[in-house]
């Protein structure tokens, strides 16, 4: 942050700029009618110190932040408070325009804010409490990191003044943001505020999009505010070099069998049409990318073919038909972790477009890759294909048969296994895909439990489907709590496991509070079912004397959790009563925060594989 010499704010502008965004105009959303108003500000008896008169100034930087957050279309601050952040707290009550949404740990604040940002698109914010709170709120940072969501977290810091001397609270944040954030600064200085922030937002809103992380130390929320805060431009991705997309074009032109992979990228760019127009016109199927955060266009288009697996051995082949691989918008791949060879077939030729230069040619070098716009690139790839061929209208007849039988063949796996005296997986997966509307948003953090209902449910949409991506556990009820506020007229599903459930679990607390209503199914295996499956793909052994797997000796009364959280809750562990249990589950979630807890049995297939040259060890077997 360039330090500035401090300029004299111009006070009149700044308090008119507060009451333009206090006004009735504001977009507070989501908030229960009938909550008390806050309390009204105890008056102090004590002597006003420095840092009091400043207080009372007329706006000082915590207000001006809050103006400058409602400037952007930021209506809610998610956060958890503490010392270093008090003038925030005490701006936050001299001014309507910014809603404080309390979260009871900082992870789940920043899943909240995640959430958000997924729901409606645009930034979200969350305030977190100097070292101890950032160190929290991490987990959330590296899953809206590897999601690419827009998020602008604010920390408070210690006065600058005294970090020299090592305070209880106060220290380096910076640097603990670094690795993992998009982007980290501290404000050092009160005139670069403005500036600090308005490159904090930009950076979090450019694509690659991305969480950012604010320090702004107590000194600075409490000296004069910088003049307002206006609204940052943001530059567009410049478009794919126009010789690349020539290449590109008479590369795909050419394919005997060209495959089209679709990422979370073209959701970002808004591009689900253009995606299908490309494949479309090339008669070619769309795969997804291996542990999407959401689906690339809606899912019941002719030519979907589902997500790839997340192992390269697997991928393989997959993508072994095809000569021409056009990926769109995905890193080429992420896999979830080692297998033997490469993911890409050795005779397949890859075309890469892909926002983030990063990612062009970080593992498979393709034979043309085209940085920049997904969108512009679409478009112009479909310029300079011109109209469909006789053969490539023959290969998409094609296509269209093996992604109906593909798609068919993966519901009748799942529906076939749904059977039994017990809720299976497979079971579990079958009564939310009848229980789960079109128009209604899941969100996916069920790990083992979830899988099978991907090819079961009926069509999901970019809107309609979240999943985890990030790796934290944690984010899934936060996010759907996020969503929930930010569109309190759509009905929200979040689905946990009964380990992944209590990351996060807290947030239910901030559904109640803020009168959310939200429908919670927590599939209950009595343990971390996807940790014993990937110890069988490293082992080859189902079973072995393997420790902290299992949630038993105490089972945990997850009922009796949720319940204290402010939840209305319901378990079920029959199949012939699991119709009726999900119907009561969203009469419930009118009201409120509801749970239905679900006692699941039976294994996952095994995941994932020996690591290559690694001996298994030879411990006693069960
Ligand atoms: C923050 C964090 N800690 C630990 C893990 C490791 N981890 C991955 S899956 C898992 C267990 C998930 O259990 P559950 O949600 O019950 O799903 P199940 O495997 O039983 O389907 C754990 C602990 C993680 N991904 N993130
Ligand atoms: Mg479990």
Redesign the pocket.
């Known amino acids: 942050m360039p330090e500035e010499p401090e300029s004299g704010p111009a006070r009149g502008a700044e308090r008119a700029d507060r009451s333009r965004h206090a006004g009735p105009g504001s977009t507070r959303r989501g908030h229960p009618a009938g909550r008390p108003p806050d309390p009204p500000d105890p008056a102090s008896a004590r002597p006003a110190s420095t840092i009091d008169r400043r207080l009372q100034a007329e706006q000082n930087g915590a207000d001006w932040l809050l103006a400058a957050l409602a400037e952007e279309g930021v209506p809610v601050l998610f956060g958890n408070p503490g010392s270093t952040e008090l003038p925030i707290t005490d701006a936050l009550g001299r001014q309507s325009a910014v809603r404080y949404v309390l979260a009871l740990h900082e992870a789940p604040a920043i899943g909240m804010a995640d959430g958000w940002a997924q729901a409606t698109g645009a930034l979200a914010a969350a305030n977190v409490h100097v070292q101890p709170g950032l160190a929290n709120a991490m987990?959330g940072i590296l899953n809206a990191a590897r999601c690419r969501v827009p998020l602008l977290v604010t920390v408070g810091q210690q006065v600058q003044a005294l970090l020299p001397e090592e305070p209880f609270l106060g220290g380096e944040l910076v640097a603990m943001a670094r690795p993992i954030a998009k982007g980290a600064w501290e404000v050092t200085d009160p005139a670069g505020l403005a500036e600090g922030f308005a490159l904090a937002v930009r950076t979090a809103l450019e694509h690659p999009r991305g969480p950012v992380v604010l320090s702004i130390p107590l000194d600075v929320q409490v000296a004069p505010a910088p003049p307002p805060h206006v609204r940052v431009v943001l530059a567009p991705p410049p478009p794919p070099p126009g010789e690349a997309l020539d290449a590109a074009a008479a590369l795909v032109a050419a394919a005997r069998a060209p495959v089209v992979l679709a990422g979370d990228g073209v959701t970002h760019a808004g591009a689900e049409g253009a995606v299908a127009a490309l494949a479309e016109r090339l008669g070619a199927p769309i795969f997804g990318e291996p542990m999407a955060a959401t689906v690339p266009l809606r899912t019941d288009h002719p030519l979907w073919r589902g997500p790839l697996p997340p192992f390269a051995a697997e991928i393989n082949p997959v993508l072994a038909p095809f000569d021409v691989v056009l990926a769109v918008g995905m890193p080429v791949f992420m896999v979830f972790g080692h297998s033997d060879g490469p993911a890409l077939p050795a005779g397949a030729a890859l075309v890469h477009l892909e926002v983030d230069p990063h990612e062009v040619g970080k593992v498979h070098t393709p034979a043309v890759g085209l940085v920049g716009d997904i969108g512009v690139g679409l478009a112009g790839l479909l310029v300079r294909l011109g109209p469909p061929t006789a053969e490539s209208v023959e290969r998409g007849v094609e296509a269209v048969a093996q992604a109906a039988a593909a798609r068919a063949a993966a519901r009748r796996r799942v529906e076939g296994a749904a059977g039994g005296e017990r809720v299976s997986p497979a079971a579990l997966a079958t009564g939310l895909a009848a229980a789960i509307g079109p128009d209604d948003l899941v969100v996916d953090e069920?790990?083992?439990?979830g899988r099978g209902l991907r090819a079961v449910i009926g069509a999901r949409t970019p809107a309609t489907w979240l999943a985890h991506r990030g790796?934290?556990?944690?984010w899934g009820l936060p996010a759907a709590v996020g969503a929930a506020l930010a569109d309190p007229s759509r009905r929200v599903m979040a689905l946990?496991?009964?380990?992944?459930?209590l990351?996060g679990v807290a947030a239910l607390w901030t559904a109640a509070h803020e009168g959310v209503g939200l429908a919670l199914v927590v599939?209950d295996?009595g343990?971390?079912?996807?940790?014993r499956a990937g110890l069988e793909g490293l082992t080859g052994r189902p079973e072995g004397r393997w420790p902290g797997l299992r949630l038993d000796g105490p089972r945990l009364d997850l009922q009796a959790i949720c319940h204290g959280f402010g939840a209305t809750t319901a378990r079920t562990g029959d199949p012939a009563a699991l119709g009726a249990a999900l119907d009561d589950l969203w009469s419930r979630a009118a009201d409120g925060p509801a749970v239905l807890v679900v006692d699941v049995e039976g294994r996952?297939a095994p995941v994932g594989y020996p690591l290559a040259g690694g001996a298994t060890g030879v411990g006693p077997t069960p």
Not at 496 to 501: A, E, F, P, R
């Open positions: 987990s069920a790990l083992t439990s790796s934290a556990l944690g946990q496991g009964d380990g992944s459930l990351f599939a295996n343990g971390y079912e996807i940790l996952a």
